[in-house]
């Protein structure tokens, strides 16, 4: 079921259409898909949950990497974006 907001945008009653696309430092990957959630704290939560994950799938080569989340809305604007930075170093005696 669908509604007209005040704005003249159609949104779904049951959830919005976002899109969340990510970035692991090597490979970017934009959703065409997205997903129906039902607000916009709970696409943030969504958006936010990616990141530890992306890290934990894609341990990287060196110390230092950028995963980052875009959370685009049904227009293809960016309503939210987080990134989780990774630096790594090694301490050893006299450094």
Sequence with gaps: MQQTTGSGSIDCIEGRRY???TSDGNLSIIDDVGQ???SDEAARTAALDALPDMARD???DGDERTFSV???NMRGDIVYSAQLV???RWHRPGD
């Design 19 to 21: 899109f969340i696309d």
């Design 36 to 38: 129906e959630i039902a």
């Design 58 to 60: 894609e341990i990287p």
């Design 70 to 72: 875009s959370l685009r």
């Design 86 to 88: 990774l630096k790594g």
